[in-house]
């Protein structure tokens, strides 16, 4: 009770040091070559290294014994035959791909990672591998001066990491989010260094509750688990872009979502009755404002058992997806992981019978108290379960429901620890280990259950699944939401860096609750949050029981009409967001990327945490603070021409922006392309036109970019139903050329052109269209 008050840091309280005395590795008593790997006998451990690929390395220790390259829920790469180099005197030892140098000192045994044009990548000074007699392994670092640190998937606080410690382990924070709250939901044991304009990679790939520490040392950085072994893979860069291919090439990438599903959602806890379901999508309607999903929260089930509805509230589920359907609205309810202690529910027996719950060691199923009452939770980490779990939303998608909410699967339960008992032994698909070591991957593993079951649930379809808890790898099968944020002007500023850094951790399709979850939202601030909303991957506006309602009419008309402005312009932007995602999809590059991602070289993008981009060429810089109407704008190389005015801007240099409460400040590099669309109607979201908004430049610029389209719905685009233009825009002082200089897929989408509309042109600058001088706008036709 006392930790709220001063009493907290009365004079004896003197923090405790880690006064922690690890065992060093030591020096190296014989060495060995595997089949692809390299094995290194230590005085206090084993080292074993394999090549992933040339630029990704994978480095693994055990204190105890030989480490073992067993088997990883995050991890679907398999070692490529990669060709090594092997080289060294009696004290260091070299290994070098075309793209890495291994250095090996054997007294004591130290790493040190070089690319092939020497620059120092990671290193180890006088502390390097290290265990506890309790377990834990450790590895300390060198840090530069110039190091910036990002990623470590969902954290708060800013954009660089540096000077920070982060914990990994999954956790339901309802209490306000603060700069130092920590740890959240995801937990992603990844990060990016970017030292001197070059980024590395670290990915450690351990699932029990471990830390990363930049703060401690001054020269130093480290990362250590409760257990397990120390495993890792340094990722080589060069470039921050390349670092995430590196990454999601390791950990998989996102398949396509649904189109509908890029959309704007709306959600509240809860809409509790049919008719509050269909009031609230008939003034969306009513008000032509734009809407793919509506969200059903905890209210829908009977006593919060997942897999009902409650008959009283929802007598007639079926007709109410299908009238939504016809609406143009899907309905997306939300499933828990807990299954309530009912004898006489069937799920319930289901899992007993079945033997599908987590369980102790001795036998007896694991109880928790979550929202309906005592419950059991499915052991996702064994098979049988997550077949079963997937099997069991036939309950949903066959009423016609394609998209799947999983909340509370930290797994969160109502006690002092917030989650699971750490004894409980999952079965884990036959390696059993317990909750302490798998506490981690449960959202993930319960995300993959869903998601497979939905897939196959869905005659080809794509599924979508909203996940809040997941590990590395959690990209694969579901977006991610930041959990319960507030209507704080202040978390719409921490979401910024919080989604970017999502991003740069592999996982694109993420944002947080627009308007803000708990507290009383404000016309003004959700104005404001649903213009950053509009260009964040996931775009819902959800609010919490016993708080403001904060659909886009509740403040009033003057908010409402910005607000339906800005989510129509969503819809506008589709063509160009859905050309992102694509490429998310296959290289792992996010959508919302920090400006450093495009400007490496850039100091003044390092911490940059109030602008954003979206692809390469659009710069995002919201107004974040109320009464607010002008702001400073970084602009970095490049000129820049600012959408709503078409005033251009010359790039590095900081601007002051003025933006009225209707006005977002955006910015698009001149000589580059956006591809837009118009909105229509709810009921009819289809792109009847797509036109692209070229940039004039005069600077001799050269720009691709790769449009992508398909049917939006299904898999089909797996199997070459797609379309992906290659455009190239070259903008000199003579002449705007752009040519689609590739194609690829066989999808023949119903618009028959690409509309080209060239925006600040110069008198004298032609417009040259595939080869052909043109007299002002035009098109590319798509059939010849
Ligand atoms: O403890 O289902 O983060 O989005 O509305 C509350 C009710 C449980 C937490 C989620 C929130 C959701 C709420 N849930």
Known sequence: MLEDTSFAIHPGAEQQRNTAVYHDIGNVKYQEKGNDSFHFICENGQVAIRFYTEAIVRITMNPKGEPSWGQSRSVVAEAKKVDVEEDGTAEVYELKTTELHLSISKTPFRIRIYDRQ????????????????????????????????????????????????????????????????????????????????????????????????????????????????????????????????????????????????????????????????????????????????????????????????????????????????????????????????????????????????????????????????????????????????????RFYTEIGVEGIWNDMNEPAVFNETKTMDVQVMHRNDGSPATHRELHNLYGMLMGKATYEGLKDQLDGKRPFLLTRAGFAGIQRYAAVWTGDNRSFWEHLQMSLPMVMNLGLSGISFTGPDVGGFAHHSNGELLTRWTQVGAFTPFFRNHSAIGFLYQEPWRFGEKYEAVIKEYIEMRYRWMPQLYSLFAKASSQGLPVMRPLFMEFPEDEKTYNLNDQFMIGDNVIIAPILAPSVVDRAVYLPEGEWVEASSGVAYQGENTYLIHAELEDLPLFIKKGTAVAQTDWTSNKDKSWKRVRMDIYAGDQGEDYRFTFYDDDGETFAYQHGSYLELEVEVVSTEEAVKVDIVDRRGDYVPAYQQIDIHVIGRKDGQDVILNGEKENGDSYLSLTD
């Open 118 to 393: 020497g620059r120092e990548l990671v290193t180890e000074a006088e502390q390097g591998m290290a265990w506890q007699e309790n377990g834990e392994v450790a590895v300390f670092k060198q840090m530069h001066e110039n190091d910036h640190f990002y990623g470590f998937g969902e954290k708060a606080g800013f954009l660089d990491k540096r000077g920070e410690m982060y914990e990994m382990w999954n956790t339901d924070v309802y209490a306000p989010h603060n700069p130092e709250t920590d740890p959240l939901y995801e937990s992603i044991p990844y990060f990016m260094t970017l030292r001197d304009g070059k980024a590395h990679g670290i990915f450690f790939d351990n699932t029990f509750r471990s830390w990363f520490d930049m703060r401690s040392f001054a020269e130093r950085y480290a990362y250590r688990a409760e257990g397990g072994q120390l495993d890792y893979y340094v990722m080589a860069g060069p470039e921050p872009k390349h670092v995430l291919e590196q990454y999601t090439y390791l950990t998989g990438r996102m398949p396509l979502p649904p189109k509908w599903a890029i959309g704007y959602h709306q959600s509240r806890y809860s809409y509790q009755t049919e008719e509050e379901v269909r009031e609230v999508a008939q003034h969306f309607i009513d008000r032509d404002i734009p809407l793919d999903v509506l969200h059903l929260d905890i209210h829908y089930m009977n006593g919060y058992r997942v897999f009902t509805f409650d008959e009283g509230r929802f007598p007639n589920p079926e007709k109410l997806v299908r009238d939504l359907r016809e609406m143009g609205i899907r309905v997306v309810p939300i499933v828990d992981p807990g299954v309530k202690k009912d004898p006489e529910y069937p799920t319930y027996q289901e899992g007993v019978t079945g033997d599908l719950f987590c369980k102790y060691l001795e036998g007896d199923i694991y109880f928790g108290d979550v929202w309906p009452g005592t419950s059991a939770f499915p052991d996702f980490t064994e098979e049988k379960a997550r077949k079963w779990w997937g099997e069991k939303h």
